[in-house]
């Protein structure tokens, strides 16, 4: 017989020819009992692919209730192509099968350099092969459905592929950089310059190692008290003190702090014979650019000479606080001659620009 030459199985004639919209089904033994019966159809919850276009309605399990819908399924195994070129999928008594889809998930996908990963299989339609790759991993490869742990000992970014099918066919499913791998930073950092004079300001260099990609910076005693650049700079220290300075640096390996205690040492303002008289200067020593305060807002006659005793600079005010600049004179120690228009008092002052 044709059915049985074509699955190798044994079959009953029935004269008939079934309806694929669907319709009732009884089968009767030679006692005309009757041994099962249902009612197909070809609307959902039933498989609608058998509707005249080639596949078979298939009874996944005998054990279960054949007049449940869900316990059928459309047959996807080729069979044969008739004489009329017509394809038909059918496979009696084995079943039934789905397309296979590949997925599978990672215990951690962010590892430290020589960790290892766990990967679990989570691909539908009962696959019967798997076959995985790890690029960057070690074993690169692996062939079933649980692989090993995977070690990593290499920093970077790896893709990760499973390959799997079953007798409906193929799947794969590739995931891109999907493990990353490195290390946490290690935290470090420099200042310029670490003591300096109430009022001057420092500029910090982050020195971190492993890439790190956030900031935070502390500064005791410092303005802005915190920062979250990678180097920041002209940090102001307006009070005498020795500070401390944290820095934490972070990237999705981990994070680090470094403490320097007692790091940045601010000295008080100017030296002793500026501290009283008419006015005092501030900060002292300096790099060239420093201040003259003058608390009574008193009308005054400054000049500056250098030590061969010429005057290089002069200038009149009566303002609360004049700024001066001997920046393109060079380092040295000058001296600041102060007059009082009104009174003829004068002092003297030394600056020291180094």
């Given at each position: ?7 190798g199985l044994p079959s009953y004639q029935y004269s008939g020819a079934l309806n694929n919209s669907g319709e009732f089904v009884e089968i009767r033994n030679s006692y005309d009992m009757v041994v099962d019966s249902l009612t197909y159809d070809d609307a959902a919850p039933w498989p609608m692919d058998p509707d005249g276009n080639g596949p078979s309605l298939t009874f996944c399990d005998p054990s279960l209730d054949n007049a449940v819908p869900e316990n059928w399924n459309v047959s996807i195994e080729l069979a044969f192509i008739n004489t ?271």
């Amino acid at each position: 017989m044709a059915f049985e030459a074509a699955y190798g199985l044994p079959s009953y004639q029935y004269s008939g020819a079934l309806n694929n919209s669907g319709e009732f089904v009884e089968i009767r033994n030679s006692y005309d009992m009757v041994v099962d019966s249902l009612t197909y159809d070809d609307a959902a919850p039933w498989p609608m692919d058998p509707d005249g276009n080639g596949p078979s309605l298939t009874f996944c399990d005998p054990s279960l209730d054949n007049a449940v819908p869900e316990n059928w399924n459309v047959s996807i195994e080729l069979a044969f192509i008739n004489t009329e070129g017509d394809s038909l999928f059918a496979s009696p008594g084995t079943g039934c099968s789905s397309w296979p889809v590949a997925d599978f998930v990672a215990d951690i996908t962010v590892v430290t350099t020589g960790g290892s990963v766990n990967f679990t299989d989570l691909s539908t339609g009962d696959p019967l092969e798997w076959v995985w790759t790890f690029p960057g991993g070690t074993p690169g490869a692996y062939v079933g459905q649980t692989p090993p742990p995977i070690a990593y000992n290499t920093a970077g970014s790896y893709n990760v592929i499973l390959y799997i099918s079953n007798a409906a066919g193929t799947s794969t499913e590739e995931k891109i950089d999907y493990i990353n791998v490195g290390n946490a930073p290690v935290a470090d950092f420099s200042a310029n310059p670490t003591s300096l004079y109430v009022g001057e300001t420092v500029d910090f260099t982050d020195l971190s190692t492993n890439t790190p990609d956030t900031w935070l910076w502390e500064f005791e005693g410092g303005q802005p008290a915190t920062s979250a650049l990678q180097n920041p700079a002209s940090i102001l220290y307006p009070f005498e003190g020795i500070y401390d300075v944290t820095l934490t640096v972070s990237n999705i390996f981990g994070s680090d702090v470094m403490l320097k205690e007692n790091y940045i040492d601010v000295l008080p303002m100017g030296i002793g014979e500026n501290q009283a008289g008419l006015v005092y200067i501030y900060p002292n020593p300096n790099n060239g650019a420093f201040n003259v305060a003058n608390p009574g807002n008193l009308s005054l006659e400054i000049r500056v000479f250098n030590l061969l005793g010429e005057m290089v600079q002069s200038s009149t005010t009566s303002q609360g606080v004049m700024g001066f600049n001997l920046e393109s004179l060079g380092k040295g120690i000058y001296f600041i001659q102060i007059r009082d228009m009104e009174s003829g008092q004068k002092a003297s002052r030394k600056v020291v620009v180094r």
